[in-house]
């Protein structure tokens, strides 16, 4: 089966801005499978954002095949595996992780010769998955008056500058700079309303904006790392050769933003969000470039944010069903108990009186 794939973004070396656009060739068509959807089941105090997947153990993940934008024939998907993807969130904070196997492969501050993930979602109703969002207007006249409804919410994680298991994305200094960009480790808020036309939250063609900030945390692991206390940035590359293993990148973000600008995805609890995964991988040692992604599905795929009421109600439901067997078993020993006072009073001899003859 073919799927054809969009352009997520090229961020790999640009705190978004103009770039080379990509020009597909040929007419896009997608073949979605219309099944696939994930959900966010409701797991407090689960999930610590590290880059380990021990606390996901009990997570039910969805895999998916990956297959590249510019030739998605079948014959072409990723050969070391599929990507698991699972998500939960606590309330008030979202919670991903990505699993995907591959070769360790990793250049200090040379993003495109490491791997590289990003998520996107719909913001505006008339966002699109392909072409990012799917405005047509060109870059010198993209604005949020003439790709109004074509928002979509972007956070893009390319390693080459991330310490393993340490924590990324918003940052006191970024965040006071009122943007959505990472100095120290490249895990950035963006938003887009087409491949052409993209920028960190907070900046955009008419001027920049201080409220913004980024809202992502995140990390990552390779299971080849044989120390688990720890690394700090002297330890790079921090595995020797190009071992096999699996990638885990993890994440959060709360439900809810202070966003006012139209440039974060708004999550709530009982409904339905619409989001895709992307991932770069340097093939054969070559860079990787921004239109030369993988990605999880042709379309937008459901991701369901779940109340909590069901396991509230088996709780609810277990509960009752044990205050009941208790009531039950108290009810029991009670009619027991009297049941044995009854038989005892009525099987005692009665005593007669003892009247001397002399009185009859």
């Known amino acids: ?76 998907e990723y050969k070391a595996g599929k990507m698991t993807v699972k998500t939960v969130h606590d309330g008030r904070d979202v919670f991903f992780l990505l699993q995907v196997d591959g070769e360790y492969k990793y250049s200090k501050s040379e993003n495109n010769k490491c791997p590289s993930v990003a998520l996107m979602f719909q913001v505006g109703e008339d966002a699109t998955y392909h072409n990012m969002g799917g405005c047509k207007e060109e870059p010198d006249s993209c604005t949020n008056k003439t790709c109004k409804g074509h928002e979509v919410d972007i956070m893009h994680f390319s390693i080459g500058n991330a310490i393993p298991g340490r924590l990324y994305g918003g940052n006191p200094i970024d965040n006071r700079d009122g943007n959505g960009g990472d100095r120290f480790g490249h895990l950035v808020d963006v938003y887009a309303w087409n491949p052409h036309c993209r920028h960190l939250d907070g900046i955009g063609p008419s001027g920049n904006d201080s409220s913004a900030q980024n809202d992502w945390k995140g990390a990552w692991w390779h299971s080849s790392f044989d120390v688990h206390s720890g690394f700090v940035e002297e330890d790079s590359p921090y595995a020797s050769g190009n071992p096999k293993g699996t990638y885990y990148f993890e994440f959060s973000r709360p439900l809810r933003t202070t966003d006012r600008l139209q440039q974060d995805a708004q999550f709530t609890i009982g409904r339905s969000s619409k989001m895709a995964v992307a991932f770069w991988y340097p093939v054969d040692g070559k860079p990787w470039h921004g239109s030369g992604h993988y990605s999880i599905n042709c379309d937008w795929v459901p991701m369901d944010i779940s109340s909590g009421s069901s396991m509230l109600s088996q709780s609810s439901t277990s509960s009752s069903g044990s205050t009941a067997s208790v009531f039950a078993l108290l009810l029991s020993v009670v009619s027991l108990c009297a049941s044995v006072f009854v038989g005892y009073r009525v099987l005692k001899p009665k005593g007669v009186p003892f009247t001397p003859m002399e009185n009859l």
């Open 1 to 76: 089966m073919l799927r054809a794939l969009p352009v997520l973004l090229a961020l790999g070396f640009v705190l978004i801005g103009r770039v080379n656009s990509h020009h597909e060739s040929g007419d896009w068509s997608c073949e979605s499978d219309s099944e696939i959807r994930l959900e966010a089941q409701f797991r407090p105090g689960l999930v610590t954002v590290d880059g380990h997947a021990d606390d996901w153990e009990d997570i039910y993940g969805s895999e998916y095949s990956l297959l590249p934008a510019l030739d998605p024939d079948d014959d072409q």
